[in-house]
């Protein structure tokens, strides 16, 4: 797990997608990962969806590391996912994105 620098934690977004590659985890100092919502779209029901997703969070496991999955917008995938020890999600099941003067506002009035 790569070291913290003034506070800063580092995630590599999207992971399994694009330019993420596995040699960038020995690499940066990586501390989080994030499944990218392509995967996430399909679980449950597509074993192939399933199969990256849970190789992602057991790598992240492996590698100390925090694993997020993004895109969740239904309560099947969410329970997929709590059930093979991805904890942080985020998406519409929860909230559309939000400005940071609503963001603000809500969490002062949750006080």
């Given amino acids: 797990m790569g070291a ?6 580092l995630a590599m977004d999207d992971f399994g997608t694009g330019y993420s590659s596995l040699s960038l985890l ?11 919502a392509s995967f996430i ?14 190789t ?10 925090e694993v997020i999955a993004e895109g969740v917008e239904e309560v099947r995938q969410k329970e997929f996912l709590l059930e093979h020890g991805c904890y942080q999600i985020q998406g519409y099941l929860y909230a559309k994105p939000q400005s940071a003067s609503h963001i603000t506002e809500m969490l002062q009035s949750s006080r």
Avoid: Q, S, V
């Fill in 56 to 65: 992602i969070i057991d790598l992240a496991r492996h590698m100390h590391l």
């Fill in 41 to 54: 779209r399909d679980i449950p029901g597509d074993e192939e969806d399933e199969a990256i997703t849970c």
């Fill in 26 to 36: 020995k690499r940066l100092p990586i501390h989080k990962l994030k499944i990218d």
């Fill in 4 to 9: 913290f620098f003034a506070g800063i934690a």
